[in-house]
């Protein structure tokens, strides 16, 4: 089940839906409001022709250190559902669904109660999608959100794709769903537009011309995660663990210390040939409280990916209202890799 809500990093700093806005990095947009978006504004474009379509557009950097703060109170208030979040990037979580589907009465009840607690901590509306796998399930909530606006309001914003119809519901969508824009232009000079065209090749052609990436992406038109999953849990011995003394209670110092974790983690996985797709981020303080996130990459999490989700992470948890911001300093961090493939 994946939970989503729209347009994350202007919500995060505050903007007015109504108004047009845009957040950037390295001159293209990756944000922006509905009132850009009707204006012309789209993700990808450059910050020229996006002016040059909205004039007004009021331009923003990006900032994911405030998205991630942000975006702490959604995860906290998804997690009265289950404890076994997976954030994928600020503004979107996923949490398998088997277990609180059925302790909820089913997958649409278990998605409404799942609207419910995230309208308790945000004003934004947010959307919902259930699927084998979270690629299909991201795009499951996107479905979610254009119907209920289609329909003024009178329908919920869920999606539930029935189980083993992952493939037959991605099939028609544009190569523009992979969000990778330069293989999507090659595949559609070959003729390619949908992920259902792109699906129907044999893997092994698409590996042989296009790469890992082009197999990657084929992966994901058939609606199977990017990497063939580990076969085995992975070995104990990837653990990173490190004391903080004095106990920290600012991020910079956290964030130091993550980043050599991260660093020897990264040359753990280095020397066996592997890559880590999902990691448990563990810190405890001196008074025994505790954070623990889970963070899902579709590719693969590099040392800086991973020490800017601790840095994330700890930021959200010591910038928390009262009752859930921890009352010592953060004493432990653990960096406990939860899949790994090889690269």
Known sequence: MSVWVPD????????????????????????????????????HMRRREAQSRAPSLEVLDHDP????????????AVEALTPRIEVTRPGRCAFPARG???????????????????????????????????????????????????SGGGEPPVWVVAPGRAAEYLAPLSLGALD???LADVL???GLHSLGDLAALPAADVLGRFGSEGLE?????????????????PPPDL??????????????????????MADELHARLDARGSVCTRIVISAETEHGERSERVWRHEGALSAGAIADRVRWQMDGWLHANVRQRPSAGIAHLWLHPDEVVAA
């Open 8 to 43: 994350w990093p202007l919500v995060a700093a505050g903007v007015d839906p109504a108004m047009p806005a845009a957040v950037f990095v390295a001159n293209r947009v990756v944000a922006c409001t509905a009132a850009a978006r009707a204006a012309g504004v789209r993700r």
């Open 239 to 260: 653990v990173v663990s490190a004391e903080l003394d004095p106990p920290a209670e600012q991020v910079a110092p956290i964030a130091f210390v993550a980043r050599g």
């Open 100 to 150: 609180p589907s059925r302790y909820f009465g089913g997958d649409e009840a278990l998605a409404a109660r799942a609207l419910e607690v995230v309208a308790e901590v945000l004003a934004a509306p947010a959307a919902v999608g259930v699927a084998d796998g979270p690629f299909a399930a991201a795009h499951a909530a996107r479905t979610a959100l254009v119907r209920a606006n289609r």
């Open 180 to 182: 990778r824009p330069e």
């Open 65 to 76: 250190d405030r998205d991630a703060r942000a975006f702490e109170a959604v995860v906290h």
């Open 217 to 233: 992406a084929h992966r994901l038109a058939c609606g199977l995660d990017p990497r063939p999953p580990a076969t085995e849990p």
């Open 188 to 190: 559609a000079r070959l």
